[in-house]
């Protein structure tokens, strides 16, 4: 089969690999139909996460049709399409009893510090991904969902990741009726979250970012009011010169490793390895919250020392919450929203490719260039 396959930070390409195969009872192998390229996805690009190793595929999220099963998956049959959740779950660890189906701990060897994931690293598993013709899918029971009728296929990749970790972020800021809310990154991840945080009752919803394209989208796809930071001398000042000096009720952080804003947070981070990620936004979303306020996380960080501003949390009385989205719990409420039109995923879809322009694919997004803010890939297209 053709995938794409990691050689080294900024260096992809289309290879030839092995058709993955059954190798548990629970596996299933899915045919890929439609796959995309996440934020996060570019801190592995970079050379940011650890034990990235070479030959690796990347792509945790995905459709696809069933093509075999295991002799133990009793809920899924050859020819079934399927969206996949990025979180590989065994479905009855004392974590999945609980729906924490991002910290399961049978999935990861490294399980301390997360659960599976597909395409990310040996640090997350080390399971290849798919963007490729095939991947194996282990507990097969526990993960896929059957692709509604109703459902258009780029609003259901949207759904194995994009959309509930936006929707998980706003439902862990704790919003309550009328709270302002500060989203800091307007890509695919912000702008979900800004817009799940008016479903949760807020009053207002600002977003924070420095391009200008993807303010636009927020405006138009949240309806949420933009800042872009380049534009102020001091966005924490700004912030609470909006919000009647007290700051902002909710910050959801959503910018991640990459965010922007500092130099030398950035080549602490990017180039020198020397933290897990540059916290600029974070500490921007320690400082505009109010005291006793709620900073919610789904920024994506590498598992190693980052400068924050936790003694900046602790003196305002700040609860901090963080996960990885458990994808599928959040799942039934969010159908029905895809469902009754309230929300229509795909509408921050930007770029279509092929599998062969992956690699064109990974520059454009970690250049950000032509406007992209969220590209989907065809395997099959090429």
Not at 144 to 170: H, N
Request: aromatic residues 10%.
């Amino acid at each position: 089969m053709r995938a794409m396959v990691y050689r080294g930070p900024y260096r992809i390409r289309v290879e030839e690999k092995d058709v993955p195969a059954i190798e548990h009872p629970n596996d299933a192998i899915v045919r890929v139909t439609c796959s995309a390229i996440c934020g996060s996805d570019l801190h592995l690009y970079h050379g940011m996460m650890p034990d990235t190793r070479v030959g690796m595929t990347f792509g945790h999220e995905f459709t696809g049709v069933v093509e075999a099963v295991g002799p133990s998956v009793r809920n899924l049959s050859v020819g079934d399409r399927v969206l996949v959740p990025f979180n590989i779950s065994c479905g009855s660890c004392f974590f999945c009893a609980r729906q924490q189906f991002g910290n399961c701990h049978n999935t990861n060897p490294n399980a301390t510090a997360v659960g599976g994931i597909y395409g990310y690293s040996h640090t997350a598993g080390g399971y290849d991904g798919a963007q490729a013709e095939f991947v194996r899918v282990p507990f097969a029971d526990v993960g896929p969902s059957k692709i509604p009728d109703w459902m258009d296929e780029e609003d259901a990749v949207l759904l194995t990741d994009a959309f509930p970790t936006g929707y998980q972020g706003a439902e862990m800021g704790g919003i309550e009726e009328g709270d302002v809310v500060v989203v800091f990154g307007a890509g695919p991840i912000g702008l979900f979250a800004a817009k799940s945080a008016w479903l949760m009752g807020a009053g207002r919803v600002i977003v924070v970012d420095h391009l200008d394209y993807r303010l636009e989208m927020a405006r138009t796809f949240a309806q949420a009011e933009t800042i872009n930071f380049t534009y102020v001398d001091d966005i924490v000042v700004y912030i609470k010169q909006l919000t009647d000096n007290l700051g902002a009720d909710v910050c959801i952080e959503a910018a991640g490793a990459e965010a922007d804003g500092s130099f030398w947070q950035i080549a602490m981070a990017s180039k020198l390895k020397m933290q897990g990620g540059s916290p600029v936004a974070l500490n921007w979303a320690i400082d505009c919250v109010r005291k006793v306020g709620n900073v919610s996380v789904v920024g994506g960080f590498g598992p190693l020392f980052s400068a924050v501003k936790f003694g900046d949390a602790m003196n305002k009385g700040l609860t901090i919450r963080t996960n990885q989205c458990s994808v599928k719990r959040h799942w039934p409420r969010l159908f029905e929203h895809v469902k009754n039109g309230i929300i229509k995923p795909s509408d921050i879809v930007t770029h279509r490719i092929s599998l062969d322009e992956i690699a064109d694919g990974y520059h454009m997004f970690s250049s950000k260039l032509d406007d992209c803010v969220k590209t989907l890939v065809y395997p099959q297209a090429a």
